[in-house]
Nanobody
């Protein structure tokens, strides 16, 4: 069964950092662009970061630019989202998604596989 699994969420105080991880089973992420999305309570899911299949291109939503960094390690079948300077408004469920041979996009419709999400809570 093909699936994506996120990990690394948790409770952090404002200004803190977290690293989210995304991996897959049943297929390799190495042939997929990967995006990170989040959904806050009462809000629609939004794209926040993505990385192309070859890792050469990344993109960020304005709300996280200069605070979040996406990267991938193909030797480990992993994609990471390093989050720093976290704010209470970053509180959300964070989802990882994979787009076969994609160039990287924050458009949700392009993605083929989705994880179940990991909760990030930023609170003092």
């Amino acid at each position: 069964q093909s699936q994506i699994v996120e990990s690394g969420g948790g409770l952090v105080t404002p200004g803190g950092s977290l690293r989210l991880s995304c991996t897959s089973s049943g297929f390799t992420l190495n042939f997929y662009a990967v995006g990170w999305f989040r959904q806050a309570p009462g809000k629609e899911r939004e794209g926040i970061s993505c990385i192309s299949t070859n890792g050469g291109s990344t993109d960020y939503a304005d709300s996280v630019k200069d605070r979040f960094t996406i990267s991938r390690d193909k030797s480990k079948n992993m994609v990471y989202l390093e989050m720093s300077g976290l704010k209470p408004e970053d509180t959300a469920i964070y989802f990882c998604a994979a787009d076969f041979m994609g160039s990287g996009t924050l458009t949700q419709d392009e993605y083929d596989y989705w994880g179940q999400g990991t909760q990030v809570t930023v609170s003092s």
